[in-house]
C-alpha cells in the first residue's frame, strides 16, 4: 500500500512537471 502511494505521488509530480514545462513552453 505504501510502495503505490509512493508511485502515485510520483507519477503525480512528473505529470504537474510535464504540464508546467508545457505551459511554460506555450507561454514563451
Known sequence: ???FTI???T???FTIG???MYYL???M
Open 1 to 3: 500500500m505504501r510502495l
Open 11 to 13: 507519477i503525480g509530480l
Open 18 to 20: 510535464l504540464f508546467t
Open 25 to 27: 513552453g506555450c507561454t
Open 7 to 9: 508511485g502515485l505521488f
